[in-house]
Nanobody, 113 residues
Framework: QVQLVESGGGLVQAGGSLRLSCAAS????????MAWYRQAPGKQRELVAA???????NYADSVKGRFTISRDNAKNTLYLQMNSLKPEDTGVYYC???????WGQGTQVTVSS
């Protein structure tokens, strides 16, 4: 069974930074697109960023210039570097493997004003 385990969330002040990690197992990580989603309280889950096997990336307009998605295929790990965090970035962040349709359990990010 595919496993996606996120880590790195926490509480940070506005303007601060966090780095999320997603350790993947039981998937052919290096040939698959991977993505980060988030869900704020009372809102639908939304795409934050995605990265293809070739390293092409796309971002939600709200995070462009502040967040960077990357991957280490040797470690089967996906990352999300989040800088200049804002209170509206608060939510549960999920790692997602579209090809398999699997989600991680999520990690909470809280940005205080």
């Amino acid at each position: 069974q595919v496993q996606l385990v996120e880590s790195g969330g926490g509480l940070v002040q506005a303007g601060g930074s966090l780095r999320l990690s997603c350790a993947a197992s039981r998937i052919t990580f290096n040939i698959n697109t991977m993505a980060w989603y988030r869900q704020a309280p009372g809102k639908q889950r939304e795409l934050v960023a995605a990265i293809t096997s070739g390293g092409s990336t796309n971002y939600a307009d709200s995070v462009k210039g502040r967040f960077t998605i990357s991957r280490d295929n040797a470690k089967n790990t996906l990352y999300l570097q989040m800088n200049s965090l804002k209170p509206e970035d608060t939510g549960v962040y999920y790692c997602y493997a579209p090809t398999y349709g699997y989600w991680g359990q999520g990690t909470q990010v809280t940005v205080s004003s």
